[in-house]
């Protein structure tokens, strides 16, 4: 019985992805078919041809009416040309029809692994590697492009000439065809002793490409800290290592396969050397019809040779099916944050949001929250302030629903979030992190992200209420100059600013600032207050700080300690309490007294 690990259970699944292309799947199998039963017609001519010669006016074609050999061969010449004309025609066929179900198919799988990607909450991507994945959604759509290119074709058509061929030698002669046939058990056995042996080979060989892959991504997206760190020799043989296993991986695979067409090779062997031998013995002793003779041993060729391909189709096939499995176990992966929630938030221009009770746990870690309640009212501005890892950012993760739900609730404007479609949620809040990330594109594109047809003026003035329009006016090509991958063009502190400026033209009901002044000097950072100060006038704000100086007029501030709320209250009043607090501020405003002496 086949499991999901083995090739026929891939090749299951794949059919079951695919039964929306049934209709052309069938159609495309019915022109390889008709391709194999004209591509050997030219064998049974070239044997009713001899027979013309040998027999002329007693040949076949006589009884059918056509008398002299003259005759004969030009219809036999025309019989031909149909036949190589519908050979074409349905090699034509089924070259279109394969190749274009190909590239469908492919494209829809890419984009169902894609879709179901993003899908997964922020868990799911901590566990694995981009590298991994971009391969999966790459390499391996590719490796199984191309088995449908041209090896479901060459499985069908080395089927049916065995088919066609057989019958053709039943008809002809029962005892030749059966010693004719006689290779075929041997390579249908030793394809599948192969199948069985390469497919934990394949499997290896698409781990050790997921792997290489990462490192290729890795080292590319951190090679200013190689070079800063001058690792280039050490990551070069890092990538040699990963590189060699990949290698190593496909030798083994090589290996194994590279045996398998001098076995079916010795088996064609056998069978064509019978036939040839017990044929000529007949067509001597008049038993057999000359014009058949020959017609036996070119079919013999058509019939054991076609089976050589097989190496090379199990050989694509393994690894197409090696990676079906890979593909279809991404798209196939559950998704823990299910949208299920049928709430559509209204366009308010501030959201409550309050947090009852909220525990969680990252997995495999004592790391997370702890029973935290929280309130945060319609317009208000709620500080979380805090130690690294006492669980601010994991508030803001929870609330957008990046992770699961652990205990407790979060609502957005009295409903439970899970009670909201995630698009209403997300559409709700505008995020500006720390951890800023621009899209290859240009500046005006990276604000307008929210909303790609927003005007020029709605982009402007987003730009200026994030104090970023000045920098903006002074590049090469203004909103339209390109910030690069990643916005490597770009310093730390206009990213941050274009990320807010992003936030602000979205226009929602909360905006989170996550440490969002974090990487600006000082007078941009008081630029950026001003502009916090007026946009929160409208909306409901929370902000992430380590620097205090920045929350000192929040409404409320919340101090978090090792995912438990241990202070609330006012700047004022946190300070009075002489508490973590107010610890916090002392250090940070001596600190600030010492660098002005």
Not at 124 to 134: A, P, V
Not at 290 to 301: A, E, H, K, R
Not at 373 to 392: E, W
């Amino acid at each position: 019985m086949a499991t999901e690990h083995s090739s026929f259970g891939a090749l299951i699944r794949l059919l079951q992805y695919a039964r929306g292309y049934r209709r052309r799947i069938v159609l495309a199998s019915v022109c390889s078919m008709l391709n194999t039963f004209f591509d050997v017609l030219p064998e049974v001519l070239i044997g009713i041809a001899i027979d013309v010669v040998v027999n002329r006016e007693d040949s076949f074609l006589s009884v059918l009416g056509v008398v002299t050999p003259q005759s004969q061969i030009l219809v036999l010449a025309a019989v031909t040309l149909v036949v190589w004309g519908f050979e074409s025609l349905f090699q034509y066929l089924y070259l279109l029809l394969w190749r274009n179900l190909a590239q469908d198919l492919q494209a829809d799988m890419r984009q169902d692994a894609y879709e179901q990607v993003q899908r997964q909450d922020m868990g799911y991507f901590e566990s694995r590697s981009s590298g991994s994945l971009t391969a999966v959604l790459n390499d391996d759509v590719n490796q199984l492009e191309r088995f449908l290119d041209t090896g479901a074709n060459d499985i069908l058509q080395v089927f049916m000439t065995v088919f066609f061929v057989s019958a053709v030698f039943f008809i002809v002669s029962p005892s030749i065809a059966l010693v004719a046939i006689m290779p075929i058990p041997v390579i249908v056995w030793g394809a599948f002793f192969f199948m069985k042996r390469q497919s934990p080979l394949y499997a290896r060989v698409r781990e050790e490409v997921a792997g290489l892959a990462n490192r290729l991504a890795a080292n590319i997206g951190g090679i200013a800290t190689i070079k800063a760190f001058t690792a280039e020799p050490r990551e070069a043989q890092r990538l040699a290592a990963a590189s060699a296993a990949y290698v190593q991986a496909n030798r083994d695979a090589i290996r194994l396969s590279s045996a398998f067409v001098p076995m079916i090779r010795m088996a064609i062997l056998i069978g064509f050397v019978a036939t040839f031998i017990l044929g000529g013995l007949r067509a001597l002793e008049g038993t057999l019809n000359v014009g058949l003779y020959g017609m036996l041993v070119f079919l013999t060729q058509r019939l054991l040779w076609p089976l050589t391909r097989l190496a090379q189709t199990v050989d694509l096939y393994e690894r197409a099916m090696a990676s079906t499995r890979r593909i279809l176990g991404l798209i196939e992966t559950d998704v823990r944050v299910a949208d299920t929630g049928g709430v559509t938030l209204q366009g308010a221009e501030a959201a409550s949001l309050s947090f009852r009770d909220v525990s969680f746990r990252y997995t495999g870690t004592e790391a997370g929250l702890d029973k935290v309640s929280i309130d945060v009212p319609r317009g208000h501005t709620v500080a979380l302030v805090g130690q690294t890892g006492s669980g601010k950012s994991t508030l803001i993760k929870l609330l957008l629903r990046f992770y699961p739900a652990g205990q407790g609730q979060i609502l957005i404007d009295g409903h439970p979030i899970e009670s909201v479609s995630l698009d209403s949620l997300r559409d709700a809040i505008g995020l500006v992190s720390q951890d800023v990330f621009l899209f290859e594109g240009s500046v005006r594109d990276n604000i307008a992200y929210a909303d790609p047809d927003a005007s020029i003026e709605r982009v402007r003035d987003a730009a200026m209420a994030a104090e970023a329009h000045g920098f903006i006016d002074a590049l090469p090509a203004g909103y339209d100059t390109l910030v690069g991958e990643r916005g490597v063009k770009l310093s730390g502190g206009q990213r941050q600013r274009l990320s807010l400026a992003r936030a602000i033209l979205k226009s929602p009901p909360v905006l989170i600032l996550d440490e969002a002044t974090s990487a600006v000097d000082n007078e941009t950072e008081a630029a950026i207050q001003r502009s916090l100060a007026r946009i929160s006038a409208t909306r409901t704000v929370v902000v992430v700080a380590h620097r205090l100086s920045t929350v000192v007029n929040a409404d409320s501030i919340v101090v978090l300690d090792e995912g438990r709320v241990v202070e609330q209250g006012t700047h004022d009043e946190l300070v009075a309490l002489g508490g973590q607090y107010a610890r916090q501020w002392g250090v940070q405003t001596g600190a600030a007294r010492e660098q002005t002496n």
